[in-house]
């Protein structure tokens, strides 16, 4: 079974900061794309970043040159460092990966993690 964790979010005031966490674990073979999506009250949930297995990366308009996603492989984590966080960044973030589980075969699945509120006050 694999399940993916969450943590960091939390309160801040406009203008901070926070660092997301996911770690995935349980009987995992590899890691494809990981990605933090995001669903504010009333909209449809956006992919703000995501990682490839080979470390290429890509942002959303909204995030691009405040936000920063990395991975540690040995560790099955993804990062998001968040900076300058506006108060329309407020949400629930959602961590995805793409993993192939041991003893599957040669499929991989698409996880999420149980979401990480960030609330940001203006």
Request: glycine share 10%; charged share 15%.
């Amino acid at each position: 079974q694999v399940q993916l964790v969450e943590s960091g979010g939390g309160l801040v005031q406009a203008g901070g900061s926070l660092r997301l966490s996911c770690a995935a674990s349980g009987s995992i073979l590899s890691i494809d794309a990981m990605a933090w999506y995001r669903q504010a009250p009333g909209k449809q949930r956006e992919r703000v970043a995501l990682i490839t297995s080979t470390d290429i990366t890509n942002y959303a308009d909204s995030a691009k040159g405040r936000f920063t996603i990395s991975r540690d492989n040995a560790k099955n984590t993804v990062y998001l460092q968040m900076n300058s966080l506006k108060p329309e960044d407020t949400a629930v973030y959602y961590c995805f990966a793409n993993i192939r589980p041991i003893g599957i075969g040669a499929y991989y699945y698409d996880y999420w993690g149980q979401g990480t509120q960030v609330t940001v006050s203006s």
